[in-house]
Nanobody, 122 residues
Framework: QLQLVESGGGSVQVGGSLTLSCAVSGATLDTLSIGWFRHGGLGRDGVACTHNKGNTTYYKNDVRGRFTISRDPAKNAVTLQMDSLQPDDTSTYYC????????????????WGQGIQVTVSS
């Protein structure tokens, strides 16, 4: 059974950094597309995604240049490095996975972690 477990969240000040990790069990990482999502005004927005098909990545415009998604095959995990954090980055972050799909949309992902809180304060 595919399971996702997030770690690495917490509280930081403006300009600080955090690294989120999504540990995957029940499937080999290279068979999956993995995305990080957070709450937006109308629902869950795709923050960053890495797709197994086509080996492509996606970043939300307002995190591009600050966040980096990467795969760690040795740990069967995906990380989200978050730098220069801003108050608007405050949210619950969710790791999600699916076996197919080229889009970074919440409706395209069938498997979800429980979520982890990120708080940025000044």
């Amino acid at each position: 059974q595919l399971q996702l477990v997030e770690s690495g969240g917490g509280s930081v000040q403006v300009g600080g950094s955090l690294t989120l990790s999504c540990a995957v069990s029940g499937a080999t990482l290279d068979t999956l597309s993995i995305g990080w999502f957070r709450h937006g005004g109308l629902g869950r927005d795709g923050v960053a995604c890495t797709h197994n098909k086509g080996n492509t990545t996606y970043y939300k415009n307002d995190v591009r240049g600050r966040f980096t998604i990467s795969r760690d095959p040795a740990k069967n995990a995906v990380t989200l490095q978050m730098d220069s954090l801003q108050p608007d980055d405050t949210s619950t972050y969710y790791c999600a996975a699916d076996t197919s799909g080229p889009f970074c949309l919440a409706t395209m992902f069938a498997f979800w972690g429980q979520g982890i809180q990120v708080t940025v304060s000044s």
